[in-house]
């Protein structure tokens, strides 16, 4: 062999030593690069967990507060409400007692001897200003006699023949008048039907 061939073939040989640890490397270093991939999947996976558990705990906090606020709400209507009820009539009451303060007068000028003319006209005016204050209220008096029976809107009492076929099926006499208030029936018309 030549020198020439030689030196060929030990730069080859060379090359080829160079080579291999370059090769080693490069597998070494996939290698690792996998090994670290799954080190770095597996720490996702626990910082996953631990992050949804966080979200959880995060959630939790806040369906409790919601559910402590909404009991709160609860409570605090029901509280409303109750005082609504007890204090609603307040108002109700204090526009009621001028008319107590005139029924009041009345009975005391009934005691002294009034005029009786006098003491019909005072109990006139107390009962206008009372159904004054009743239609305030949205009360007012049903209509009952003459009108066709409804059994929604007026109690029968009883039953009466009727003195002609035309009155038949309707209020013939109120015995006691009804009151609606808003259109709803506060009290029933108790009343005498024609049969």
């Given at each position: 062999?030549?020198?020439?061939?030689?030196?060929?073939?030990?730069?080859?040989?060379?090359?080829?030593?160079?080579?291999?640890?370059?090769?080693?490397?490069?597998?070494?270093?996939?290698?690792?690069?996998?090994?670290?991939?799954?080190?770095?999947?597996?720490?996702?996976?626990?910082?996953?967990?631990?992050?949804?558990?966080?979200?959880?705990?995060?959630?939790k906090k806040e369906y409790v507060f919601l559910l402590a606020e909404f009991d709160?709400?609860?409570?605090?209507?029901?509280?409303?409400?109750?005082?609504?009820?007890?204090?609603?009539?307040?108002?109700?009451?204090?526009?009621?007692?001028?008319?107590?303060?005139?029924?009041?007068?009345?009975?005391?000028?009934?005691?002294?001897?009034?005029?009786?003319?006098?003491?019909?006209?005072?109990?006139?005016?107390?009962?206008?200003?009372?159904?004054?204050?009743?239609?305030?209220?949205?009360?007012?008096?049903?209509?009952?006699?003459?009108?066709?029976?409804?059994?929604?809107?007026?109690?029968?009492?009883?039953?009466?023949?009727?003195?002609?076929?035309?009155?038949?099926?309707?209020?013939?006499?109120?015995?006691?008048?009804?009151?609606?208030?808003?259109?709803?029936?506060?009290?029933?018309?108790?009343?005498?039907?024609?049969?």
């Amino acid at each position: 062999m030549s020198k020439k061939d030689n030196k060929q073939n030990k730069a080859l040989d060379e090359e080829q030593l160079e080579m291999q640890p370059e090769e080693n490397l490069n597998q070494e270093k996939q290698e690792a690069t996998e090994e670290t991939q799954e080190e770095v999947h597996e720490e996702t996976d626990e910082e996953k967990i631990v992050r949804l558990e966080a979200e959880l705990e995060k959630e939790k906090k806040e369906y409790v507060f919601l559910l402590a606020e909404f009991d709160n709400f609860r409570k605090r209507t029901m509280r409303e409400k109750q005082d609504l009820i007890k204090n609603g009539a307040e108002k109700a009451m204090l526009e009621l007692l001028p008319v107590v303060d005139d029924m009041e007068r009345a009975l005391q000028a009934i005691d002294e001897g009034g005029d009786l003319d006098s003491l019909k006209e005072g109990v006139g005016l107390i009962h206008s200003k009372f159904m004054k204050y009743l239609e305030s209220q949205q009360v007012k008096p049903m209509n009952s006699t003459g009108e066709d029976f409804d059994s929604e809107v007026f109690e029968a009492v009883t039953m009466f023949p009727a003195p002609d076929e035309s009155q038949r099926g309707k209020v013939i006499d109120t015995v006691l008048k009804g009151y609606m208030i808003n259109d709803k029936v506060l009290r029933h018309a108790k009343v005498v039907v024609g049969q």
